[in-house]
Structure formats: structure tokens, C-alpha cells
């Protein structure tokens, strides 16, 4: 496996932390990008923890030059779904302006089954509505090679409301594989080791 340099951009602490300590054991060099870097309590030679905004595309082209992977890891808050687009949006932008060909990006990683209430069931549908908005914005991006990880949409089944417990990957070659919830972290890295794409626009094989 190559090694990576990977700049992660995160807003919880604690997500962030275990997704850089899964890197870091996988020998991958981490820049841990977070709005407060003194929560941060791993430490390793190769990680640096630093302070930065995901929304600024400023800070984000700044910690983000130089890496060979942006991940992204921006959960949508269900009081501020929007947000969540315009967090993918930034780091879109930003690693475009610092040449950083690479986005890993985390939707939503909590994925549970309920018979609850149509209310849980809507609340639901609109984190996946907003997922969607944000998979179209990498679908734009014919430059990047990315990858999304997102939630499934939520369905109705047998008069109850049901949202699956499995993530779905996709990127420009479309949505390739699904994978369980608490997998996720390993999925995520897994994305950002790959060496080997097919970019059906030019029809080259890296």
C-alpha cells in the first residue's frame, strides 16, 4: 500500500480523531484540521493537528496544499441542514484552488432501523434530501476524483418507517458498493488508498 498524506477536515472532535487514529495506525501522515486542535488528544509523529474552518475556502486551500487526499467529514445537523452543502462546497473549492485532485467525503454515518413515527421517518428524508443536493455538487466536478459516503433514503415499508443501516459509496463511475454503518471509518480510508481509476472522460487508466 502507498502512503497517504491526508488533510482532514472535521468539525466533531471526537469523529475526527477516531477516523485520523485509523489513518495514522495505517501509516498514512495526517494534518487534522478542526475548529478547536487543544481537544485533540492523539499523538503521533506523523499528525499534526491544527486550527482551521472547513467553511473558509481560505483555510481550507491552505491546510489542504501539499496533501495527497482532502477528507471531509461534515454530518449534517438537523436543525442546519444547508450547512452541510455548504461545508462540501468550500472544501470543494479549496482543494481545487491548492490542486488537491482527491475528496473523501462523510454524509451521514448513523444509519438505524425504526417503526417509530412518521415524524423520525421525515426527519430522516431530509438529511437524505440534503445528501443528495451535496452528491450533485461532486457530480459537477469532472476535475476531481472523489467519493461520497452517504445514507440511503429512507422508505416505507409495511406501514413503517425504515432507514437501512448501510452507507452507500459513490463517485464519478457511480455508486459501486454499500457498506455497514459501523464499517464506516475503515471504508472511508479504504477510498482514500486507492492508486487506480478509470476517468471515463478521457478513457485514462492512472
Not at 451521514?108 to 413515527?117: C, L, M, R, W, Y
Request: charged share 25%; proline share 3%.
Amino acid at each position: 500500500m502507498i502512503t497517504k498524506k491526508i488533510a482532514l477536515f472535521g468539525t466533531d472532535p471526537r469523529l475526527a480523531e477516531q477516523v485520523a487514529a485509523e489513518a495514522l495506525v495505517r501509516g498514512h501522515s495526517v494534518t487534522l484540521v478542526v475548529p478547536n486542535p487543544q481537544e485533540i488528544n492523539l499523538k503521533y509523529h506523523s499528525l499534526k493537528s491544527v486550527q482551521g474552518n472547513m467553511m473558509d475556502v481560505n483555510d481550507v486551500s491552505k491546510h489542504a496544499a501539499g496533501h495527497d487526499v482532502v477528507i471531509c467529514l461534515h454530518e449534517p445537523d438537523l436543525y442546519h441542514l444547508k450547512k452541510h452543502i455548504k461545508a462540501n462546497k468550500s472544501v470543494i473549492e479549496g482543494a481545487k484552488n491548492a490542486g488537491v485532485q482527491r475528496i473523501i467525503s462523510l454524509g451521514h454515518p448513523i444509519s438505524i432501523s425504526t417503526d417509530k413515527n412518521k415524524a423520525f421517518y421525515d426527519m430522516w428524508k431530509a438529511v437524505a434530501e440534503v445528501q443528495g443536493e451535496t452528491l450533485k455538487l461532486f457530480k459537477n466536478e469532472n476535475w476531481l476524483r472523489w467519493e461520497y459516503l452517504h445514507s440511503n433514503v429512507p422508505s416505507i415499508q409495511q406501514g413503517r418507517s425504515h432507514v437501512h443501516r448501510a452507507l452507500l459509496v459513490s463517485n464519478p463511475e457511480g455508486t459501486n458498493k454499500a457498506v455497514h454503518a459501523h464499517q464506516f471509518i475503515k471504508a472511508l480510508l479504504e477510498e482514500a488508498e486507492k492508486t487506480e481509476f478509470i476517468w471515463h472522460e478521457d478513457e485514462i487508466v492512472f
